[in-house]
């Protein structure tokens, strides 16, 4: 089985402060990304990476940086968290490059920032 | 821009009831079409997928949906719903044959009552 796992579930953080998401994949994926979770608007991509020290932007990459220094490790950062980066995140990976290959996610941290 | 509309964002039904929840999106290329499912507390993960081939595609849990190239359509179905099927569900399209970038919609909780 495919395991995606994030280093926190729960994550409480001030206004201005760094913030670190990480995420591991068990499975050599070549691709992963990371999305947020909010009511209503359902997932939307922040960044995705096809290979190591690889990114391309998704739909909503601003406030966001990423970091890919192996190809099991996808990293999220928030440089200045704000209010509304409260959100969950979900990290996800898949397979090669058919467009046709599931995602795996994996549990989610959902992020507080007061 | 792919965008995919989930018309009906909370759903209720009793057990055993017929189910099918919309989905269209806008894109007129060739798509590949999938759902997820989040069951309570679970991680986000794939019901079924259409790529190409039959229109009718069959997912777990006796889940199928149905591509309608003509009405951009792609709406999930079951014949007769279980009290397990309590979940939320996200539509997802990917446009670009040899990317991995997915639009989802925004989702539709379902809720069934025992």
């Known amino acids: 089985d495919v395991k995606v796992t994030q280093s926190s579930r729960y994550l409480v953080k001030r206004t201005g402060e760094k913030v670190f998401l990480e995420c591991v994949q068990d499975?050599?994926?070549?691709?992963m990304f990371w999305y947020r979770q909010d009511p209503g608007l359902g997932l939307r991509l922040i960044y995705f990476s096809y290979d190591v020290k690889m990114k391309e932007k998704g739909d909503i990459p601003e406030g966001y940086s990423v970091s890919r220094e192996k190809k099991e490790r996808f990293s999220l950062i928030l440089e200045s968290a704000s209010t509304n980066q409260t959100s969950m995140y979900l990290c996800?990976?898949?397979?090669?490059?058919?467009?046709?290959?599931?995602?795996?996610f994996g549990p989610g941290t959902r992020l507080l920032v007061l | 821009a792919q965008s995919v509309s989930q018309h009906n964002h909370h759903v209720i039904l009793s057990e055993a009831a017929s189910l099918e929840l919309g989905c269209n999106y806008s894109?007129?290329?060739?798509?590949?079409l999938f759902w997820y499912v989040q069951y309570p507390g679970q991680h986000l993960q794939l019901l079924l997928k259409y790529f190409s081939g039959d229109p009718l595609v069959k997912g777990i849990k006796g889940f199928e949906a149905e591509f309608i190239k003509s009405k951009f359509s792609f709406n999930l179905r079951k014949p007769s719903v279980q009290w397990s099927d309590t979940a939320e569900y996200f539509c997802a399209v990917n446009g670009y044959r040899g990317a991995q970038k997915l639009v989802f919609g925004q989702g539709t909780r379902l809720t069934i009552n025992p």
């Open positions: 996800a990976s898949s397979l090669g490059t058919g467009g046709v290959e599931t995602q795996y």
């Open positions: 499975m050599d994926h070549e691709n």
């Open positions: 894109y007129g290329g060739t798509v590949n």
